[in-house]
């Protein structure tokens, strides 16, 4: 489907906690749309935005995909996002593409933390969003209950445009508070509805909750709310217009319901979204710079600069590479020249296309606001900016998130090195919160990830996509040392075996500094005890002594140097030999300083239900867990913790056990803290042990 107009179009991110049934949504979208000829289900493997193997046999998405549902004369561009908070730097890409978030809240749990995360980063990017209720028809499915807990957790604005009709298992339709238009459906029916009147039963309920939405729409306008107060309420075409600003200026936030997996509601949803969500034109304009690095404003304009941001890269051993993009300003052709801000180098696009997952459709030209798709853009990566070469520009992307764990791979078949290699590299590209690379202090290949789910996820693809196989070796926990007082260190290096000798002499003082600082050389000698051109052999010998550690062979932190005296040989001396001097003070400082080890601690938010609560804090008392604080958000526990790293890499597992898979948590790095002395002591044997047998 090719647009002419930017005002024709919405795009929306569909984003949420894992579980609410945003495929499934989708799936219902495409089918009410006529894109789909069924309403595909997720335990199918057959869905339109779940296409990749892993997604297939696990039944979750792993990676942001595109979609699009032609409807009364308009394009809904649908990007389904991650639900795990292992992709959640997934999901804010297709969160950063899109014009708002329709943020799906299960009808039964509410609000759960990964929404919240969601809400957070709409929050901070200032992004419109739209609430939608789902599962609607389970049992224990409360429409009224999940509206006040998103008002109470996110804001006052959340308001309800529609109305459930029955409940429950009962649940058959909404109507819209809008257009005061019932929408009936019969399960497993066609995802579109019968209209109708609205129930007699209803009516009381529909004035009451209609009164509600009009007048939180003049509270969001001047002008609206003095005709309110003048005319008792405001016209249906203030009311339409006056909701749609409040939208886009994050003044409202909607909220409309569906079960997705009977079809019910997704017609219902699509008139809705026409109605509240903003079209390119109607948003804020995208932050950029130009190419002098000042920051300027993209605007959805058909007529201006081109300026597209490349929001994913998917990556397929058969089809090759496709590039997908937002078009942020301007019209995009096909095999034209565009200007990649970041390569700073012009290259030619081929045909263009609209995506419905992984399948594209060649179309001629994309305008501002669309989404669409280009192959074999080799060089192109996730983040990077097409403009116009004669006004380039780059757009503000989203930073991906730090790995929080590493897991040590090896080939299974000798010789696999080098595919193994090019094999990550492609799925880096796609999903940038990978990381993998060779540690120089082990010179093991580390692959790391958001968590072991990530990376056992990478290698399964690495398998299935690419025929590598590897083997994954427990993580490593990324110990550090230090000092805990200030010492004096001296180191002499003498050595005479017939001609030249070699001869350096150096004192230096070591002393803690800030964590984090990580190493500071002060030369602080007054005069020539050593010559000038030595001195920074002193600190290249520390430098690279300290990465070999002191204690159990881990780098060593956090700590400042001075050199204050020393002796040279007008022959013997040369940088070598203050190299070694310098490693050798280092050393006699070091056993003097109170060497001690650090280890990583994370930042833990578990989420349960109050009948697991005493397992998990028993469990967490026994991986040193220091609990934070806990709070209630609905019907859920919210459980924040300290946990040493070292606890953390099975917990995936060990709290599916406790929990029955129905708890969840989330981590990231915090600081780094000592480790307690009896478990230093298990560190350092266990590395004297490895280095025995190397």
């Known amino acids: 489907m090719q647009v002419e107009s930017s005002d024709k179009i919405r795009n929306l991110a569909v984003a949420g906690h894992n579980d609410t049934g945003k495929t499934t949504l989708l799936s219902g979208l495409l089918y009410a749309g006529g894109v789909a000829n069924r309403l595909n289900k997720v335990e199918d493997g057959n869905t339109v935005t779940d296409f990749d193997s892993e997604e297939i046999a696990r039944t979750i998405s792993i990676g942001l995909a595109p979609c699009f549902v032609p409807w009364r004369q308009h394009k809904l ?8 908070g292992i992709f959640l730097s997934e999901t804010r890409s297709g969160m950063r593409a899109a014009d708002a978030t329709l943020l799906c809240i299960n009808g039964v749990a509410g609000v759960e933390v990964n929404s919240e995360r969601n809400w957070n980063f709409t929050e901070r990017i200032g992004q419109p969003v739209l609430f939608h209720l789902t599962k609607m028809d389970r049992e224990r499915a409360d429409f009224e209950r999940v509206v006040t807990e998103l008002q109470e ?112 509601g997704p017609s219902a949803l699509l008139d809705s979204l026409l109605c ?99 192959a074999k853009l080799k060089e192109t990566s996730t983040g990077d900016t097409l403009s116009d070469k004669g006004a380039p520009v780059k757009a503000e992307w989203v930073k991906p998130t730090e790995p929080a764990m590493a897991f040590a ?53 690495l398998k299935s996509r690419f025929k590598v196989e590897v083997l994954l070796h427990p993580p490593k926990v990324p110990y550090v040392e230090t000092i805990k007082r200030a010492a004096d260190g001296h180191g002499r290096h003498k050595k005479q075996s017939g001609g030249r000798g070699q001869f350096a002499d150096c004192k230096i003082k070591m002393e803690p500094i800030a964590r984090g600082e990580d190493f500071e050389f002060q030369d602080k000698i007054f005069g020539g005890s050593i010559p000038q051109n030595y001195r920074p052999a002193v600190a290249k010998g520390i430098q690279e002594v300290r990465q070999r550690g002191y204690l159990a062979g881990y780098p060593v932190v956090d700590f400042r140097v001075q050199l204050l005296d020393g002796q040279y040989h007008d022959v013997d001396s040369s940088e070598m030999a203050f190299k070694i001097a310098g490693s050798l003070a280092f050393k006699d400082a070091m056993a003097k300083a109170g060497p001690t080890i650090l280890e990583p601690l994370m930042k833990v938010e578990i989420t349960t239900t109050e009948e697991y609560m005493g397992d998990i804090m028993s469990d967490l008392a026994q991986r040193r867990g220091r609990p934070q604080g806990m709070e209630t958000r609905g019907s859920k526990q919210i459980v924040n913790a300290m946990v040493p790293m070292a606890e ?41 042990s490895e280095e025995e047998e190397g």
């Open 77 to 84: 561009n649908f990007i389904d996002c991650p639900g795990y």
């Open 153 to 264: 957790t996110f804001d006052r604005g959340a308001i309800a445009v529609q109305l459930p009709i029955g409940s429950e298992e009962n649940f058959t339709g909404v109507v819209d508070l809008v257009s005061l238009k019932s929408y009936k459906f019969d399960k497993d029916g066609d995802g579109k509805a019968t209209g109708g009147e609205i129930p007699a039963t209803m009516a009381d309920q529909v004035t009451q909750w209609r009164d509600k939405l009009i007048e939180a729409v003049a509270e969001t306008d001047d002008l609206l709310l003095e005709n309110f107060f003048d005319e008792g309420g405001i016209s249906q075409e203030d009311l339409e217009s006056g909701l749609c600003r409040a939208v886009a200026n994050r003044k409202l936030f909607p909220i409309t319901m569906s079960a997705g997996l009977h079809g019910i």
């Open 276 to 374: 509240c969500a903003p079209s390119p034109v109607d948003c804020k304009p995208y932050p950029a710079t130009n190419v002098g690095g000042d920051p300027i404003e993209l605007e959805a304009d058909p007529e201006a600069p081109l300026a597209a941001l490349v929001f994913k890269t998917l990556s397929d051993p058969y089809s090759g590479k496709i590039t997908l993009f937002r078009v942020l300003r301007g019209t995009f052709t096909s095999d034209s020249q565009v200007w990649n801000s970041r390569l700073e180098e012009a290259g030619k696009v081929g045909s263009l296309m609209v995506m419905q997952g992984k399948q594209g459709k060649a179309v001629s030209q994309l305008v501002a606001g669309d989404i669409g798709g280009v």
């Open 409 to 461: 791979v090896e080939p299974k078949s000798k010789g696999d090195e080098e595919k193994i290699g090019e094999a990550l590299q492609r799925l880096i590209d796609e999903d940038p919160a990978l990381k993998a690379g060779r540690d120089a202090r082990t010179g093991e290949y580390l692959l790391s990830g958001a968590g072991q789910l990530h990376v056992e996820i990478t290698v399964a693809k």
């Open 648 to 688: 953390m890499l099975e917990y995936a597992r060990a709290l599916r056990a406790i929990t029955q898979g129905r708890g969840s948590f989330h981590m990231e790095f915090d600081q780094y803290g000592e480790v307690p002395r009896n478990i230093q002591e298990k560190i350092i044997a266990a590395s004297k």
